[in-house]
């Protein structure tokens, strides 16, 4: 097999067979590098990758070369993969990576990962590197020994629900152009991009690292651009965000996760944080809410022709000790891993039913309460223990609008459609939340069994005149298919002013009213 490494000849075949006569797959970078490659490692199978390679690479193609080994290898023979890198790559990592590692394995197996190089790299300028994530890590290693701060987003495209390799290449040139300058432009300052597969990208933010509502701005905003300059496809670039001082390797390993959970969760984007454990307690016995750390939130619906409250919608809200208020977003997650989402999110509920009956003894019974429903709460399950504790507490499903987020309403439609169909008929609004930016596009607005959008903040943020139009055009639409539009994130007079000019007048943010704790609802309600 060692003279294998050398032979350029015979390493630059797709597949050949070791002397075992095993399958071996063979990829090679575009830079012909190869470091060497052994047949097993104590009984297992050895993958040595380039200096210009590390995790990202690897775990960016594992589905590509998933496919090569299942074409190399006959139906009835089992793979076991064990994965090393030129570069230092710690233990840690590749247990995380392979943690069902098996223990012996008789297949021997060598597999190089070549990406594939876009002709774009001829028309855009230097601010782009192309495909050498060695820097990347090289980059990183730098900075962390300098003990300079850095953020790691890794951002992926989806075009119309398909990946990015499946569409035509003229296309996915085309695309990246677009999304490159998004990005670029966006940010201003030390910063660096690399595109380090077909549709994906790693930005490297070099100095303090911004908080999570920038991110937030920021891939709301690059969604919008793209969509805006893609009238023909329905783009959404997810992301994964890590920021600390691990190992080069198990950041993009991070980062590689945060970005699987935004994918697999709906959402845009999903934080990977080095935070100290979520909660000291005893799940079993232990109400989350009696601690007094998370809280319920109330951010009023402001009806500008009516000058009324119309509507209020709850949020959950960390009060950590140490980093401040963090919202739902940002901690659900690890709720979730921790076992501790459904417990608090029931626990939320009955608490908001408590607070509408308060406000009701008071004889405000006209403002709806919305609440935030998570991609993994969709279920009929969900909706039928809602149902019961809106019959315990004796609460009129009427008072409630169900907000789900776009991407969670489109991720799997055939059964969300009958959640949906479930809580209207118990009696509950539904409204599509943050509209404008996930892939759904104004062709699909009639055949959602909704009744009402909540257009995304990221329309006001950064205002165009293209946005504005696009925005009108949504607003436009939305009332000629009968279904009730409010737009979120009004900071100022003239957002209010130009959204009346359109006839609409449900508005939602900071112009208005920050967020308040229950006790302090009735007091601002008082004031209409």
């Not at 060692?2 to 830079?31: L, Y």
């Not at 998570?374 to 507490?393: D, G, I, T, Y």
């Not at 699909?444 to 293209?466: N, R």
Request: net charge negative.
């Amino acid at each position: 097999m060692d003279d294998r490494n050398t032979d350029h000849e015979r390493t630059s075949q797709s597949t050949f067979r070791s002397d075992d006569n095993h399958p071996v797959v063979v990829m090679i970078d575009q830079g012909q590098r190869i470091t060497g490659c052994n047949t097993s490692l104590n009984g297992l199978p050895w993958l040595q990758v380039g200096d210009a390679f590390s995790a990202m690479v690897l775990d960016t193609y594992r589905e590509e070369v998933q496919r090569s080994l299942d074409r190399a290898m006959t139906a009835q023979e089992k793979l076991h993969f064990f994965f090393s890198f030129h570069e230092q790559a710690d233990e840690l990592y590749l247990a995380e990576v392979f943690p069902t590692l098996p223990v012996e394995s008789e297949e021997a197996l060598i597999v190089l990962i070549k990406p594939v190089k876009s002709g774009l790299e001829k028309r855009m300028d230097e601010q782009v590197i192309w495909q050498d994530i060695g820097m990347l890590i090289r980059t990183m290693q730098t900075l962390s020994g300098q003990l300079v701060p850095f953020t790691l987003a890794l951002l992926k495209a989806n075009v119309s629900g398909e990946t990015f390799e499946n569409i035509p290449f003229e296309e996915r040139e085309y695309l990246s152009s677009i999304m490159t300058r998004s990005i670029l432009d966006y940010f201003q300052g030390n910063q660096q991009l690399y595109q380090v597969a077909e549709g994906t990208f790693a930005l490297l933010i070099i100095g303090k690292q911004s908080n999570d509502r920038k991110w937030n701005a920021f891939i709301h905003y690059i969604n919008k651009e793209i969509a805006l300059q893609c009238d023909n496809q329905r783009i959404t670039l997810y992301g994964g965000i890590v920021s600390g001082k691990d190992h080069p390797f198990s950041l993009l390993h991070h980062a590689r996760q945060s970005l699987e959970q935004a994918e697999r969760k709906g959402s845009l984007l999903h934080f990977h944080k080095e935070r100290p454990p979520l909660f000291n307690l005893d799940r079993d016995t232990n109400n989350i809410l009696v601690q007094q750390q998370i809280n319920i939130y109330y951010e009023p619906i402001y009806d500008a022709m009516a000058d009324a409250v119309v509507g209020m919608e709850a949020s959950l809200y960390w009060d950590h000790p140490v980093f401040g208020m963090i919202p739902q977003e940002e901690f659900a997650t690890e709720l979730e891993e921790e076992g501790l989402m459904v417990k608090v999110g029931y626990d939320a509920f009955r608490e908001i039913c408590r607070h509408v009956k308060g406000w009701k003894s008071s004889g405000y019974d006209r403002v709806k309460i919305h609440l935030n429903v998570l991609a993994s709460q969709l279920s009929m399950e969900w909706v039928e223990q809602l149902n019961r504790m809106m019959v315990h507490e004796q609460v009129n499903p009427e008072c409630f609008v169900m907000e789900i987020t776009e991407t969670s309403l489109m991720k799997d439609r055939a059964y969300t459609d009958l959640v949906i169909e479930r809580m209207r008929r118990l009696g509950c609004s539904v409204c599509v939340d943050k509209f404008g930016s996930g892939p759904t596009d104004l062709s699909v607005l009639d055949s959602l069994e909704v009744d009402a959008l909540k257009v995304d903040p990221c329309f006001l943020e950064h205002l165009t005149d293209k946005k504005e139009q696009v925005l009108k055009s949504i607003i436009s639409l939305s009332q000629d298919l009968g279904i009730h539009i409010m737009v979120e994130g009004v900071k100022e007079a003239g957002h209010q002013t130009m959204l009346m000019n359109q006839h609409c007048y449900d508005m939602q943010g900071a112009y208005f009213c920050k967020p308040m704790k229950h006790n302090e609802v009735q007091t601002y309600l008082e004031q209409f």
